[in-house]
């Protein structure tokens, strides 16, 4: 009853505080703020954080880094603060991007571009169009990075020169944004960005789209060996992979493509999966836990032939 209620008041306490964003503010202010704050606080500030820990203590952190100490960043004062400045510079590009197109498209339609208002998007539209958004950016993720970003063009020697510069290493997270605005406009603002503008979710679901895929391209670019989970870990390894190799494979976000096209470096979003599952005992505790329902209807079974049996014998007796 205490979790009913409190989530219940949750909800009551978003949809009040939604209810005023909305009746206060415009509809591009909303979205160019919101997802503003979500990739600083969720992209910006970790990265600098891990960025700090790596230079600080490199000895500990290379023993949690794919590649050792060949992932470690250089601690070179200036080289890193151009670095820094040349991403917080392609945020800023990004986000009055978003809002050129956003007004264009307003302008255009006569009304917001995404859907903003007091209603809160039902839990089964939420997760169609994530899912839909997800499926649309790894088709877009892949065929961009493959076909434009690593090919013979000049869009491939800036991002050669910007995002492949170092040494064939593990990357880390503050190299999320530090390219050259082109290229990393077709790889991470496109791929995000067209398919919401193709089926305009409401804005609250587009921020939880922005949200996850913000976190997840933040720790798959941290150069980690410990990051968390059966898919991010994979993840992670197969982005260290690309940029260790220097962009021969793994274009895609998530891998599913790099594994039906045969452009997988190193072990593939398969056996990645594979070995996750084996080394977390998902088979042994899934059937640990088919046996303990088992033993627990047998049990059940058990009590009601001996209650069955007390009642034909008092019955006999009467």
């Known amino acids: ?33 919101g997802t503003l704050a979500v990739r600083i606080v969720f992209w910006l500030v970790p990265s600098l954080f891990f960025l700090l820990f790596d230079t600080s203590v490199p000895s ?42 956003s007004i264009a498209a307003t302008s255009l339609l006569h009304r917001p571009l995404f859907k903003t208002s007091t209603t809160l998007p039902l839990p089964w539209q939420i997760v169609k169009h994530v899912v ?43 190299m999320l944004y530090a390219d050259h605005p082109l290229p990393l406009m077709l790889n991470r603002l496109l791929p995000i960005y067209l398919p919401s503008l193709a089926i305009r979710p409401h804005l609250l679901t587009y921020f939880l789209f922005t949200l996850l895929t913000t976190i997840e391209e933040t720790a798959s670019m941290s150069g980690y060996s410990i990051v968390p989970g059966i898919i991010m870990g994979g993840i992670a390894r197969r982005t260290a992979a ?24 190193g072990k593939d ?29 047998q049990d059940g079974i058990d009590s009601l032939k001996k209650t069955r049996k007390s009642r034909k014998k008092r019955s006999d007796a009467n």
């Open 60 to 101: 500990l952190a290379e023993s949690i880094k794919l590649y050792g100490s060949a992932s470690i960043p250089r601690r070179k004062a200036s080289s890193l603060a151009r670095q820094a400045l040349l991403a917080i510079v392609n945020l800023a590009l990004f986000t009055a991007l978003q809002s050129a197109i």
């Open 269 to 297: 979003v398969v056996e990645d999966l594979r070995d996750e599952a084996e080394k977390h005992q998902v088979k042994e505790r899934g059937q640990q836990a088919v046996d303990d329902t088992g033993s627990l209807v």
């Open 1 to 33: 009853m205490l979790t009913s209620w409190s989530t219940s008041l949750n909800l009551l306490f978003f949809y009040m505080t939604w209810t005023t964003l909305v009746f206060s503010h415009s509809p591009l202010k909303i979205e160019l703020v």
């Open 242 to 265: 690309h940029y260790a190799s220097g962009g021969r494979g793994n274009y895609g976000a998530w891998g599913l493509l790099d594994w039906v096209h045969g452009t997988s470096v």
């Open 132 to 174: 839909t958004l997800y499926a649309a950016r790894e088709v877009l993720t892949y065929y961009l990075h493959r076909y434009i970003l690593h090919s013979r063009g000049p869009v491939a020697r800036l991002h050669a020169r910007y995002a492949h510069s170092s040494k064939a290493a593990a990357p880390y997270a503050l």
